[in-house]
Nanobody, 118 residues
Framework: QVQLVESGGGLVQAGGSLRLSCAASESIFSINVMGWYRQAPGKQRELVAIITSSGTRNYADSVKGRFTISRDNTKNTVYLQMNSLKREDTGVYYC????????????WGQGTQVTVSS
């Protein structure tokens, strides 16, 4: 099984930046999709950003232009650079990995808290 460990969350003022990291337990060459979800208090978990093994990126409309997802294959790590943070970005951020197959397999990290103050 793929194990995912997130880090980098914390408290930041609105307009500030944070960078989240997600380290995978095996080479991310074998993982087709990695990304980030978040869950705000009282809300459902939502997709934030994903990146495929080929480098294709997708973002939620609410974070486009502010967040950047990237991958470092030598470190088996995916990052989420979050700039111009807003109070609405507050929540628990979860790393996600998908390995394509029949059937596919997906994995979740334990989450890291991001709190944006005003």
């Amino acid at each position: 099984q793929v194990q995912l460990v997130e880090s980098g969350g914390g408290l930041v003022q609105a307009g500030g930046s944070l960078r989240l990291s997600c380290a995978a337990s095996e080479s991310i060459f074998s993982i087709n999709v990695m990304g980030w979800y978040r869950q705000a208090p009282g809300k459902q978990r939502e997709l934030v950003a994903i990146i495929t093994s080929s480098g294709t990126r997708n973002y939620a409309d609410s974070v486009k232009g502010r967040f950047t997802i990237s991958r470092d294959n030598t470190k088996n790590t995916v990052y989420l650079q979050m700039n111009s943070l807003k109070r609405e970005d507050t929540g628990v951020y979860y790393c996600y990995a998908l390995r394509a197959g029949i059937p596919p397999a997906d994995y979740w990290g334990q989450g890291t808290q991001v709190t944006v103050s005003s």
